[in-house]
């Protein structure tokens, strides 16, 4: 079945640090990939996706590239700020625009 | 512009109590419909979705329900809360059934169960 993996946190960064959580994931064909984020005693908000191959996603300085060959959808960001401190979760949708998510990445920035 | 809220933000039951969290979106018609559940220090799991009044799909055996009595109202309910069902539930949002289709998600609820 559809499964998506996600690098165990917590990630512990300093200010200004670059910043990448590893996403892969498994399925039929080619879902569309998300990256949603959680700030601390709020609910899921989308950060950004993509819905093909080699599309990349972007919003608040966060960056994701849809890697069919690779099975992957990296996030990345250059300098992080002590704002940026939440759980991040990957995804993929499937029929029924149900989502599968990965295990979440707590990542907390240190000033 | 669409809204999603649900309620109550937090809530303490006791074991065998029944439960009632409710749903509400605004802005928008027939939405698939989204219940959530997001254990302590785990992942996010699907739980019912719904493409319609009275449609409800269930994703995982469990000691829930969910019901849609209204287009843009959907209910999770039990009659008889175990500690299990602790965590925080999430109702989402989605035009259409695209997969691509951006799921939006409300605040959520905090449930303990003691």
């Known amino acids: 079945g559809n499964s998506v993996t996600q690098m165990e946190g917590p990630v512990t960064l300093s200010e200004e640090a670059f910043l990448t959580i590893n996403c892969t994931y498994t399925?039929?064909?080619?879902?569309?990939l998300f990256w949603y984020v959680q700030y601390p005693g709020e609910g899921l908000q989308l950060l950004l996706k993509a819905t093909k191959a080699d599309d990349k996603g972007s919003n608040k300085g966060f960056e994701a590239t849809y890697r069919k060959e690779t099975t992957s959808f990296h996030l990345e960001k250059g300098s992080v700020q002590v704002s940026d401190s939440a759980v991040y979760f990957c995804a993929q949708g499937a029929a029924g625009n149900k989502l599968t998510f990965g295990g979440g990445t707590r990542v907390l920035v240190k000033p | 512009s669409q809204t999603i809220h649900q309620w109550p933000a937090t809530l303490v039951q006791p074991v065998g109590s029944p439960l009632s969290l409710e749903c509400t979106v605004e802005?928008?018609?027939?939405?698939?419909l989204y219940w959530y559940r997001q254990a302590a220090g785990r992942g996010l799991q699907l739980l019912f979705y719904s493409v319609g009044i009275g449609q409800i799909s269930s994703e995982v055996p469990q000691n829930l329900s969910a019901s849609r009595p209204q287009d843009r109202q959907f209910i999770l309910s039990s009659k008889k809360l175990l500690l299990s069902d602790s965590g925080f539930y999430l109702c989402?949002?989605?035009?259409?059934?695209?997969?691509?289709?951006?799921?939006?998600f409300g605040e959520g609820s905090w449930l303990t169960v003691v």
């Open positions: 989402a949002w989605a035009r259409g059934e695209a997969s691509g289709n951006t799921i939006y």
């Open positions: 802005g928008t018609s027939n939405p698939n």
């Open positions: 399925a039929t064909g080619y879902p569309s």
